[in-house]
């Protein structure tokens, strides 16, 4: 009996060891628990917060013609801007990304107080895949600024500003007069093939201005689904067709636009010869239906083209045809059509050089030129010198055709230089020449202008 107590209560002592040393190692285990989980989340959102890059500027503009004035009245101003801003940035490749750049600032005059203003300027690129295959996208590109010649801001909005800068609508205004503009697009993709893709996409585009007196406001819904089809490796077809539909307030007595729907196709069809050249023929038909006194009218431009792939990086593009403008009273108008262009996208040094002739449609802009005969050259040139320095050049020649005789030669040239003296601190300077000449008093103009920014980040 005495063995077995003893042996008993050996066993129990062993029991109550092994007891109390996993209660210890449970509580340990729970400790780190609560305590992982903070750590947890606190690198997590540690990360996070590590994506956005708040900023603040500072820039002083100097210009001989605010308002782009005749030389007799021009009137020449410093332009000092500050400004903050935040970019945020979250990229997984396969599942969805965010790209954000948003600022806000004030512009004041030196001498001419009275057009003091609130600038604003951002964009947004966002895009989710719910499967390989399907894939959800939103842009959108906001702008309040009082700047005579408005950026083209279908390539602000698609991206394609940073490879083709300074590019502007077309516009004779020479009032000082603040607007806001924002454009929003959803769009919808999906790829069936290698090449092959399907896409529904809608706009919202909003301009307001000030001065509503003299300058229209506007608003354009457009609804474009698209379709990329390729029959084998050689050959393919795009169908792309674009519905819109536009309203105008304002503008000058007697000068407003009335609304509009149009309804804008176009086909393509591609031969591929080999990886490198491929040729296309091009048939686009457009149709613009105003509310009445406006005139109706159609236009068909058919086209030929051929794109060659010189290199990885370098593309060059030709195409040319005719295009008809049929009015519904009777009226007509024609004229070429051509584009030739060369590209090159290398990371070290990058350039566009584009010569084109045909036609634009001046709608939701501040005056609403309507339907304008038009030529164009342009050229841009960046070269990052140092992984620290960038140079950029970008030249363009404008000559625009308008429906009531006016026709015009506009030139515009600019040398900026912009360099990294830390991590969190950039510094930039710009030089612009343009001037215009046209066949109507009261519409040449010519500005020099020369701007200088610093930046600083934080997380840069």
């Known amino acids: 009996m005495g063995n077995r107590e003893v042996k008993g209560d050996g066993m129990e002592r062993e ?11 449970s509580w340990v285990l729970l400790a780190l628990f609560f305590v992982g989980i903070p750590s947890f989340v606190h690198a997590q959102a540690r990360d996070f917060l590590l994506k956005f890059h708040p900023y603040i500027a500072a820039e002083e503009e100097y210009t001989t013609n605010i308002d782009l004035e005749p030389n007799s009245t021009k009137m020449a101003d410093w332009i000092t801007t500050v400004s903050g801003g935040i970019r945020f940035s979250d990229v997984r490749p396969g599942r969805h990304g965010i790209d954000l750049d948003v600022s806000a600032g004030y512009d004041y005059y030196a001498y001419h107080d009275e057009f003091n203003y609130w600038s604003t300027e951002g964009r947004l690129h966002a895009w989710y895949a719910v499967t390989p295959r399907l894939t959800f996208r939103v842009r959108d590109y906001v702008i309040r600024s009082d700047e005579a010649r408005e950026d083209n801001y279908e390539n602000e909005v698609s991206g394609l500003a940073e490879t083709l800068p300074s590019q502007s609508v077309l516009s004779t205004q020479n009032v000082h007069a603040v607007y806001i503009r924002n454009v929003a697009e959803a ?11 399907a896409q529904l996409l809608y706009r919202n585009n909003v301009y307001r201005n000030k001065r509503d007196d003299l300058y229209e406001d506007s608003t354009e819904h457009s609804v474009s689904p698209m379709l990329n089809y390729w029959f084998d490796l050689r ?33 393509r069809y591609t031969h591929r010869v080999d990886p490198k050249l491929s040729f296309f023929g091009e048939y686009t038909y457009i149709n613009n239906d105003f509310e009445s006194p406006e005139v109706d009218y159609d236009v068909h431009n058919p086209s030929l083209g051929m794109e060659y792939k010189f290199s990885p990086t ?89 429906d009531d005789g006016q026709k015009d030669w506009i030139w515009e040239g600019r040398l900026s230089a912009s360099y990294l003296l830390f991590r969190w601190l950039s510094v930039s300077l710009e030089g612009r020449h343009r001037e215009a000449h046209s066949n109507v008093d009261g519409e040449q103009y010519s500005e020099w202008a020369g701007i200088f920014r610093i930046t600083a980040t934080l997380n840069p």
Request: a neutral charge.
């Open 235 to 267: 050959n393919g077809i795009t169908l792309d067709y674009t519905y819109t539909y536009g309203v105008f307030v304002g503008g000058a007595p007697g000068q407003g636009s009335e609304d509009l729907q149009g309804h804008e196709a176009r086909v």
């Open 15 to 25: 029991r109550i060891v092994k007891t109390r040393r996993i209660g210890w190692v």
């Open 187 to 197: 769009s919808t993709e999906y790829r069936f093939g290698r090449e092959n893709l």
């Open 314 to 402: 370098l593309t060059g593009l030709a195409q040319g045809g005719y295009w008809w403008q049929l009015e519904q009273e009777g009226g007509e108008e024609s004229g070429p059509f051509f584009i030739l262009g060369l590209t090159q996208t290398a990371p070290k040094t990058s350039y566009a050089l584009i010569v084109s002739a045909g036609y634009v449609q001046d709608y939701f802009t501040a005056e609403n030129n309507g339907f304008v005969k038009y030529y164009r050259a342009y050229g841009t040139i960046n070269h990052k010198f140092t992984p620290r320095m960038d140079v950029r050049a970008t030249g363009s020649m404008e000559r625009p055709l308008y």
